[in-house]
């Protein structure tokens, strides 16, 4: 994974992180999250919202929300343009991942555009399973495919 990685720090996401994080949110994708559900999803409790920092940047984040005491959701990640495909997603989903175990989940879900491979492919490779499909999920009609992992 290379040099880059030693030095990205994750950490948890704060409000004076929403100019950066908006930024890569609507860099990412076509239906971004509005600033106020970014807001709601870093302040929140039942939840973790981390970033990846690298020279005092923000270059990537993964939020998750609490279901119950032992599922939990991924509800977005997200690279900065410039750093993708040099593995910050990978960093982020494994510390997320680890909390998550630490905490005592034993399951986490998440839905991903059924033409989002490199994110199906990540997420296969951190042994996520087709779990199901929802129809015409995306404001574009596009499928979102439901993707579930065993922690425990």
Known sequence: MGKLLQKIKVR????????ELEY???SSFSNPYP???????VTLNFGEF???VLNGNIVGYISSIFENF????????????????????DALLK???EKLRSK???????????????ARRLYEKFGFKY????????????DAIIMKLKLA
């Open 70 to 89: 032992s599922s939990a959701t991924i509800v977005s990640i997200a690279v900065h343009p410039k750093y993708r495909r040099k593995h910050v997603g």
């Open 50 to 52: 981390l970033v990846a």
């Open 104 to 118: 005592g989940f034993v399951e986490v879900k998440l839905e991903v555009r059924e033409s989002n491979i490199a």
């Open 35 to 41: 600033l106020s559900l970014l807001k709601t999803l």
């Open 131 to 142: 779990s199901g499909r929802i129809p015409g999920y995306y404001d574009d009609g596009e």
């Open 95 to 97: 510390i997320l991942l």
């Open 12 to 19: 948890p996401a704060s409000l004076e992180d929403l100019p």
């Open 24 to 26: 890569i949110e609507k």
